[in-house]
């Protein structure tokens, strides 16, 4: 799903928890983002667009437009897939044991809708020692100057923002 769908479900600041069916989730997504969000599949190594990226600005679920992680607490991890620190809330995202694959791994799934985003691990850097490895094809991403942009023509400002 893209930002510009007319979509009910994308929202970059709607926090309403989503439960859609997995066929509902298949005719809204691509086939590559419903692979790894709705299968828990994971995307290839160094394929993201993100992976090296240092743009400023907020990392979004690319599922249903939650915010997920600002670009200040990303890092350069070097397994092959964008790595942050910290989500941008305690609630933006959740947490579920994996044992899959023979490996014993926290998975990281979105706080909103519950899609697949990746796992964490206690190897990163300071402050929190976490490594958030997460698949590059569910994250959209707006920058900083643009989201500036928006809300100074009026965009995602509240229905009762007075000047």
Same mark, same amino acid.
């Given at each position: 799903m893209d930002k510009e769908s007319k979509d009910s479900v994308y929202s970059n600041?709607?926090?309403t928890?989503?439960?859609l069916s997995n066929e509902d989730w298949k005719?809204?997504?691509s086939p590559e983002v419903y692979h790894i969000a709705r299968e828990k599949g994971t995307e290839a190594p160094w394929s993201s667009k993100?992976?090296?990226s240092k743009d400023i600005g907020t990392y979004y679920c690319a599922v249903c437009g =939650?915010?997920?992680f600002e670009s200040d607490t990303k890092f350069e991890s070097g397994c092959g897939w964008p790595? +942050?620190?910290k989500p941008i809330s305690k609630s933006s995202v959740i947490y579920a044991n994996d044992t899959s694959h023979g490996m014993k791994r926290t998975e990281v799934m979105c706080g909103r809708c519950g899609s697949h985003l990746g796992h964490? +691990? =206690?190897d990163g850097p300071a402050p929190t020692g976490l490594r958030y490895c997460i698949n590059g094809v569910v994250l959209d991403f707006e920058k900083a100057k643009e989201a500036e942009e928006k809300y100074n023509k009026g965009e =995602?400002?509240?229905a009762d923002f007075d000047n």
């Open positions: 600041t709607d926090t928890k989503i439960a005719k809204r997504l993100y992976e090296y =939650n915010a997920l790595s +942050f620190y964490v +691990f =206690n =995602n400002k509240p």
